[in-house]
């Protein structure tokens, strides 16, 4: 793999030579004043030159070496470079030992957040009784990880701040960043912790079964990495995180793989509301618990009936519903020809209540209030309408529709984990 050096050039040739030789580079760019790169460079080239040493070599030049924010403007162009070599943060050194101080600092602050080592020339020896330049023949390099190590306090907060606000992409270029500049003890714990965020990503956005295999091999290997590298918060989230491949495993097998409706979907949609509402999204959040009660409706019509909603067997429909709901919901199938039956909310609960089902009865308590609750939910920007639902109108159908959950007599747990890093 390709390996780069950045080097700050300054008046003093054998701290550069050093270097260069030292780290071998395959791609080497020179971050240099107009000074430097008219007097340095050419020595150092040809010192390169007569050595056989021949990377591919590039510059970056600064007009006014004493302007800090020109400087930081130029070396924000070597991230540039470096990117279009596709070379990978881990084999970028970056030597800031010559140039002036504007530029030194320039070049630290403009790439210090790109995960790359640092290196620095220095000596056992200097001039002027050891408060000058390094003398010739002393130098000596020092080579350390990125200083983003130390801002790794920052990026877990970054990370905690997008994931527990379901800002899940967010957090997740996060994670995928730490695991890239990160030293390796590190790396295959970013990389699992980015896989488990993909996997609420899906998770919220309803695709259970890829969330599942995403949950599945993370908490394959993240428990065994935090047994090298103990990190208390992230432990706590694997804990709950167990909890919720759990409830995932049991609607696995409840729905035949997530493909048909069981109580347990009626519950994720229940708590995927609450998340849209935690985010001031009311109109989304209502059309979820609308989703929710039909669903419900139509799980225990077709147990009821023997058949689903979209495609309703009149021979099975109580006699005493049969002639109406044939009259207003009958239509022909364009593509067989067939006569098809398909019923919306309430005469899905018609019919349940008329087999003297549990939801039905407690449906038409609360038909009243359901209905004002719809009709503003009908007048939503996301259904007929163009007017925002309000927070109250929200509440007031999340309480009812976990008054009808309750007589599943099913509690599962859904709520997703937040994590901890303050």
């Known amino acids: 793999m390709s390996k780069a050096l950045i080097i700050s050039l300054g008046g003093s040739i054998e701290p550069i030579i050093k270097s260069i030789e030292e780290h071998k580079p395959d791609y080497l760019c020179f971050f240099s004043s107009q000074e430097s790169n008219t007097t340095a460079y050419p020595v150092v080239k040809k010192h390169l030159d007569e050595a056989g040493v021949r990377p591919k070599i590039e510059s970056v030049v600064v007009d006014d070496k004493d302007d800090l924010v020109h400087c930081y403007e130029k070396a924000m162009e070597i991230s540039t470079r470096i990117e279009k070599q596709s070379i990978s943060p881990k084999d ?36 002027k009784e050891g408060l000058g330049v390094v003398k010739s023949g002393s130098e000596e390099i020092k080579t350390a990880l990125s200083p983003w190590q130390v801002l790794l306090v920052e990026d877990r907060k970054k990370i905690a701040l997008y994931f527990n606000s379901y800002q899940f992409s967010a957090a997740r270029g996060v994670a995928d960043k730490l695991s890239e500049s990160l030293g390796e003890e590190h790396t295959a714990i970013y990389k699992c912790l980015s896989e488990l965020i993909e996997g609420y990503r899906l998770w919220d956005s309803f695709k259970h079964d890829r969330a599942f295999a995403c949950f599945e091999e993370g908490m394959k290997k993240l428990p065994n990495y935090l047994k090298v590298r103990t990190d208390a918060v992230l432990s706590e989230f694997v804990k709950r995180l167990g909890n919720n491949l759990s ?55 077709e147990k009821e009936i023997g058949c689903p909603t979209s495609a309703v067997d009149l021979e099975k429909i109580p006699e005493s519903l049969r002639d109406e709901i044939k009259r207003k919901h009958s239509t022909m199938d364009e593509n067989s020809g067939e ?50 639902v309000a927070k109250e109108t929200f509440d007031k159908l999340c309480f009812i529709l976990q008054d009808f959950l309750k007589h599943t007599n099913l509690d599962y747990k859904v709520e997703f984990p937040k994590i901890r890093w303050e």
């Open 247 to 301: 409830f995932l495993k049991n609607m696995k097998n409840e729905t035949n793989e997530f493909k048909e409706l069981r109580f347990p979907l009626v519950f994720d949609l229940l708590h995927n509301a609450k998340r849209r509402a935690e985010e001031g999204k009311y109109d989304d959040a209502v059309a979820r618990l609308y989703r929710a009660l039909e669903m419900l409706g139509q799980i225990e019509f």
């Open 92 to 127: 970028v050194v970056i030597d800031y030992t010559g140039g002036t101080k504007n530029m030194t600092a320039a070049l630290v602050l403009a790439t210090i957040a790109k995960g790359y080592k640092f290196s620095y020339i220095g000596g056992k020896e200097r001039d």
């Open 339 to 388: 006569e098809r039956v398909k019923i919306g909310l309430k005469e899905t609960f018609n019919v349940l209540k008329e087999k003297g089902n549990k939801f039905a009865t407690h449906f038409f308590e609360k038909e009243k209030e359901i209905g004002s609750i719809l009709s503003a939910r009908n007048s939503s920007i996301l259904a007929h309408g163009q007017t925002p």
